[in-house]
């Protein structure tokens, strides 16, 4: 358990880029209820196809099946 889990907050650590975190099923579950998204997510070495996964499909996924009233920031490390 970390440190935001034992202050109260549900936290989702996955790997963006895996197939399984581009859809409804996967963000649905997680997202039920939320009232904040931090998308805190960083590429620093990877081809197109893990930089499209994700800092595109994987946040648009999240925007797309975050309840109405949601809120979301994205935080993002790209190549240096």
Do not use: K
């Not at 590429?43 to 994700?54: H, K, V």
């Amino acid at each position: 358990m970390g440190a935001l889990d034992q202050m109260g907050y549900q936290t989702v650590a996955t790997d963006l880029a895996r197939p399984e975190t581009d859809g409804s099923a996967f963000w649905t579950l997680h997202l039920r209820g939320c009232l904040y998204v931090v998308n805190a997510a960083g590429l620093l070495t990877g081809g197109d196809d893990t930089f499209q996964a994700l800092h595109v499909s994987a946040p648009n996924s999240v925007y797309d099946y975050m309840p109405n009233d949601c809120r979301a920031v994205l935080i993002s490390a790209v190549e240096l």
